[in-house]
């Protein structure tokens, strides 16, 4: 139960930041935002392939970006009122820090550079 709320508040939250312009969204603009320094935290699809699960969690590391594998491609979009995205970044820290908190408290998700967390046997 804690998990489906958790995941509603997740998706609330990435709504709110897409409608204050503070996600990116879409691989090359999650991309750049890495590398300029605007990405406070990076969420990727738990769907997405293996090559873009990869590519996300070797640039996280190197540029110190917090990384998080979670949701469907659908509900990330859904969210964000779009079409389905592989990707995001959010650019402000304030909904990063929130974001944060509510995804480590999920059963299962992955940390900034791909290990698993508060797995639940």
């Given at each position: 139960m804690?998990?489906?709320t958790n995941s509603k508040k997740i998706f609330s939250l990435l709504g709110l930041a897409a409608r204050g312009r503070r996600v990116v969204s879409g691989e090359f603009m999650?991309?750049?935002?890495?590398?300029?320094?605007?990405?406070?935290?990076v969420m990727v699809s738990s769907e997405a392939s293996d090559n873009t699960c990869k590519m996300f969690r070797n640039m996280c590391k190197f540029y110190d970006v917090p990384l998080y594998f979670f949701g469907s491609k659908e509900e990330l979009g859904h969210a964000?009122?779009?079409?389905?995205?592989?990707?995001?970044?959010?650019?402000?820290?304030?909904?990063?820090?929130?974001?944060m908190k509510y995804l480590e408290d999920m059963p299962?998700?992955?940390d900034r550079y791909g290990e698993f967390k508060n797995m639940e046997d």
């Open positions: 804690a998990a489906e999650t991309e750049r935002a890495v590398k300029d320094g605007s990405a406070a935290l964000m009122g779009k079409e389905m995205r592989a990707s995001l970044a959010v650019t402000d820290e304030g909904f990063a820090k929130s974001l299962v998700t992955q």
